[in-house]
């Protein structure tokens, strides 16, 4: 039986990035302050001071705590390091007020005094771990997706070169050891390797000796402990990214589902006119929107006017995230003839120009055409709804091939490709005609149809917050147990 929490333990999650990297560790943190186990706890989320709106549309827990960056996920490059330096500075700021109030008063000497309270982050808020370190908590890593990447190369020489005690007393494999309140693993050459190698940048090394009177090096005080990796993945719609983790616990998805939604003015979902007995596309290329400049945003549009033109289908099109006041939305209008000739227009595409609930909306599609972001993959296949993903970057690319691989739709041209094609070589009709026949081929596919019934029934089947929950509440009762002595 787990021990029981401390009165006002603090459990503070950090989560940076774009919405579909922030969402899943708000539903985890809305989920801990809505679960009674926890009542004795205060939860609290830090994120972009940029994802408050879509934040304030969901019905979260009263007693969730907010502290919010100035910073915005997708900054110009020159504006980087003075986004890092508000990030980090917010982050300090929470944790004094939270846990202790100055970082040094955590530790004596080269140990780390334990105190009860708990950091969950994401990949992209790495100031979780060091902060931990600094006050003393135990840590845990969470993410929606695989870590972009394993260590560089030259990466293992450079740490060598620079620190050959820590890394030739890194064990080979991962080992478990006892701790003062439970088990844990070993830091491991294969942990570095895997995902924890970009915590001994430099940059981190000036912000740690500097702010956090640590030394510039992670694991020193503590470096058999590894902090925990949880994926909110299923095992069943897991790209070979994930697969091949030998240090990461997956626990399941961690979806939007557990929390209801503000519904958009009534009558949103009826949205475009389609055939007699089809439903609608849905097309929705989610935060990548905003890795488009202004004449890629321009030219999908037009894509999707002539996709419009090219099907018998509606389309509901999510544009909350494209820069909708410096575009001619007019493209998406589909011209016809009058019987005395003259051009009319009629609305097939329903520009959604608030964020669509794709719980909501994805029952009423034939199928999703999106870029293959973890969440949007999730929600389609939870939905049963077939998928035509046409990757754009970072690790979509492998949900491309995992939706591809379990049968629930198919991987098509890379959005940019298509665009180009379009408009640089004067192909739109072309690419447009090519698309709606992809469309006609994945919904007419009984095979397509059935295993997305599979999928759905199982993935409905699986718990993934209350796993990651559990997870939780053992840590915090184990940093109890050694904050107690």
Not at 77 to 89: F, G, L, V
Not at 206 to 231: E, G, I, K
Not at 344 to 357: E, F, G, T
Not at 431 to 449: C, K, M
Request: aromatic share 6%.
């Amino acid at each position: 039986m787990t021990a029981a929490l401390q009165p006002q333990s603090g459990i503070l999650f950090i989560a940076f990035g774009s919405r579909g990297d922030t969402q899943p560790l708000l539903v985890l943190a809305h989920s801990v302050s809505t679960d009674p186990t926890f009542t004795s706890c205060r939860v609290s989320f830090i994120t972009h001071a940029a994802h408050m709106d879509w934040i304030g549309n969901l019905d979260l827990s009263p007693d969730l705590q907010y502290f919010w960056a100035n910073s915005d996920p997708f900054v110009l490059p020159h504006k980087r390091a003075e986004q890092d330096a508000s990030q980090r500075q917010c982050c300090l700021s929470a944790c004094q007020t939270l846990f202790a109030k100055v970082p040094a008063a955590a530790r004596i000497g080269l140990r780390v005094c334990k105190q009860p309270g708990l950091i969950v982050y994401n990949l992209f808020s790495l100031e979780g771990f060091h902060l931990a370190e600094a006050f003393g908590l135990i840590s845990v890593a969470a993410s929606p997706c695989a870590p972009p990447s394993s260590a560089p190369p030259g990466f293992w020489d450079a740490m060598a070169a620079e620190d050959p005690e820590f890394v030739s007393s890194l064990q080979a494999s991962r080992l478990p050891f006892m701790r003062r309140g439970g088990c844990g693993d070993l830091v491991s050459r294969a942990h570095i390797h895997e995902w924890m190698w970009p915590l001994f940048a430099d940059h981190w090394g000036v912000w740690r000796t500097a702010a956090l009177n640590l030394p510039a090096s992670p694991c020193q005080f503590d470096r058999t402990a590894a902090p925990m990796l949880l994926l909110g993945i299923s095992s069943l719609l897991c790209p070979e990214s994930s697969r091949s983790l030998t240090t990461a616990t997956m626990c399941g998805p961690w979806d939007i589902h557990s929390i209801q939604l503000h519904r958009g003015p009534e009558g949103w979902l009826h949205g475009p006119p389609s055939s007699p007995g089809s439903k609608p596309l849905l097309v929705d290329l989610g935060c990548s929107s905003r890795m488009l400049d202004l004449d890629q945003q321009q030219a999908f549009l037009e894509l999707v006017g002539a996709l419009a033109r090219k099907s018998t289908i509606g389309i509901h099109l999510s544009g909350s995230q494209l820069r909708l006041p410096e575009l001619d939305t007019r493209v998406l209008e589909v011209g016809s003839l009058t019987q005395d000739r003259r051009k009319c227009s009629h609305q097939k595409v329903h520009l959604h120009r608030d964020p669509v609930s794709h719980s909501h909306l994805l029952p009423s599609c034939c199928a999703i055409l999106h870029v293959g972001g973890a969440g949007t993959t999730l929600a389609a296949a939870k939905a049963g709804t077939p998928q035509l993903v046409a990757p754009l970057h970072f690790d979509q690319e492998d949900w491309a091939c995992c939706v591809a691989r379990t049968g629930i739709g198919i991987r098509i041209a890379s959005l940019l490709d298509m665009v180009h094609r379009g408009t640089d070589q004067g192909r739109l009709d072309d690419e447009a005609e090519s698309l709606a026949h992809a469309i006609q081929r994945l919904v007419r596919d009984p095979g397509v149809a059935q295993r997305c019934r599979e999928m759905e029934q199982t993935l409905r089947g699986e718990d993934g917050v209350r796993a990651a929950l559990r997870v939780i509440e053992r840590l915090l009762a184990e940093g109890s147990r050694v904050a107690d002595g």
